[in-house]
């Protein structure tokens, strides 16, 4: 409730591995408040208390008001993982009487506008290009846009098809040194949440599908589990992969497996979360705020209501 709006006019995020420092200062801006507002509109829906959605609403208007283009080479990438936090907290204020309705159309069209150009525009196929997909099914999902939808559902099954291997390992990601497993993670969970909203919004279920390639999210998320339950030194791209030691509740890959543990009642992956619940989200080691918003509270996104 003490965030205030850090949205500036241009929203410049230089690439992370050219600038690290100013990356994280330009991301640190949305992260505070897409965690702030997503906090309130949970709690708004909790509790109905007005002041927790004047509160998401202040962040979102601020940024919808404020910021009217992206820059950097990081611009697109880390619009996607975290606009997706604002897209989010504004569902859970719709029907909200006090979102006036000028004030939500701007709010899409910033997000049409500003962000959704960006996200379209991404070239690369790997963990990016899975943002990008979440990123615009969330947005067409709050804005009704069933066509627009339809398309990027098409473009999911493509993405699946062509990314994975039949083994379950994604080849772009396996090129990154040490931190292949963590892009590997950084792939599967938009990708995961992108196949829950689909699930949520048209019935089909793509957490059990298989691609014409014989490629299939089960398959991926098994073949990354084996080396994250206890194997990471067997992985076979790259020697000291960085990996959170220890686990806690808001470290990667917790809450990807607490919300597959729920889609595919695996035991295994209930082995896995269960000492760490309540599992929170993955957390930014350098800000402390959550890193993106595909899992945050994977237990209450498969709450009815």
């Not at 949520?200 to 089960?218: C, M, Q, R, V």
């Amino acid at each position: 409730m003490s965030v205030s709006c850090h949205a500036v006019p241009a929203w410049n995020i230089p690439g992370f591995y050219f600038d690290m420092a100013g990356h994280q200062a330009a991301k640190r801006l949305m992260e505070e408040d897409a965690q702030a507002a997503c906090m309130a509109a949970l709690a708004f829906r909790h509790t109905g208390r007005a002041e927790y959605a004047d509160k998401a609403l202040e962040l979102i208007d601020g940024w919808a008001a404020i910021n009217k283009v992206l820059t950097g080479d990081d611009g697109p990438l880390v619009s996607a993982y975290l606009g997706t936090g604002l897209i989010q907290a504004a569902g859970l204020l719709q029907g909200y009487s006090g979102w006036r309705k000028e004030n939500k159309d701007q709010f899409i069209a910033w997000m049409t506008g500003v962000c959704l150009p960006e996200w379209d525009r991404i070239p690369l196929r790997n963990n990016w290009w899975s943002w990008s997909l979440y990123a615009q099914l969330s947005l067409f999902r709050l804005m009704g846009d069933q066509a627009r939808f339809a398309e990027e559902v098409a473009n999911l099954k493509e993405h699946i098809d062509s990314s994975l291997e039949t083994s379950g390992l994604i080849p772009e990601e396996t090129t990154r040194g040490s931190n292949a497993i963590w892009y590997h993670y950084f792939s599967l969970a938009p990708l995961t949440a992108a196949i829950k909203l689909v699930a949520d919004t048209t019935g089909e279920n793509l957490f059990h599908w298989t691609s014409p390639g014989g490629k299939s999210i089960k398959k991926a998320l098994d073949t990354f589990f084996y080396y994250a339950d206890g194997r990471i030194a067997e992985w076979p791209y790259g020697d000291a992969q960085k990996f959170p030691a220890p686990l806690a509740s808001d470290t990667w890959p917790l809450d990807l497996y607490e919300a597959m543990s729920r889609v595919y009642s695996d035991p295994e992956y209930e082995r896995f979360v269960s000492p760490y619940r309540p599992i929170t989200g993955n957390k930014n080691i350098h800000s402390g705020y959550y890193q993106s918003y595909a899992w945050i509270f994977p237990e209450l996104q498969f709450t009815p209501g």
